[in-house]
Nanobody
Framework: QVQLVESGGGLVQAGGSLRLSCAAS????????LGWFRQAPGQEREFVAT????????DYADSVKGRFTVSRDNAKNTAYLQMNSLKPEDTAVYYC??????????????WGQGTQVTVSS
């Protein structure tokens, strides 16, 4: 059983940056791919980015390519989502999840509680 806790969310102006962290405990962090998803008010939760177990492979939603970077430090049991050039449409609750390297939510077994990111125009 893996427990995940996100942090680093907050309020930022458009064009600004934030770095989200996802700290894992209670399991073998390096055994899982780590995905990031987000849910905006009134919308379905959607895929943002994912990174493979060893960190060599990454994948991104088209909407964040070139602006967001996913990384992980298995020695620290932590993954990160660096978000640059933020836009108001990036406003959402961001979740990290551990599972199989995939952009589908059903492939992820463990989920964090989420952290709010709000981008003002």
């Amino acid at each position: 059983q893996v427990q995940l806790v996100e942090s680093g969310g907050g309020l930022v102006q458009a064009g600004g940056s934030l770095r989200l962290s996802c700290a894992a405990s209670g399991g073998t962090f390096s055994a899982y791919a780590l995905g990031w998803f987000r849910q905006a008010p009134g919308q379905e939760r959607e895929f943002v980015a994912t990174i493979s177990r060893g960190g060599r492979a990454t994948d991104y939603a088209d909407s964040v390519k070139g602006r967001f970077t996913v990384s992980r430090d298995n020695a620290k049991n932590t993954a990160y989502l660096q978000m640059n050039s933020l836009k108001p449409e990036d406003t959402a609750v961001y979740y990290c999840a551990a599972g199989s390297y995939n952009n589908e939510q059903k492939s992820y077994y463990y989920w964090g509680q989420g952290t709010q990111v709000t981008v003002s125009s």
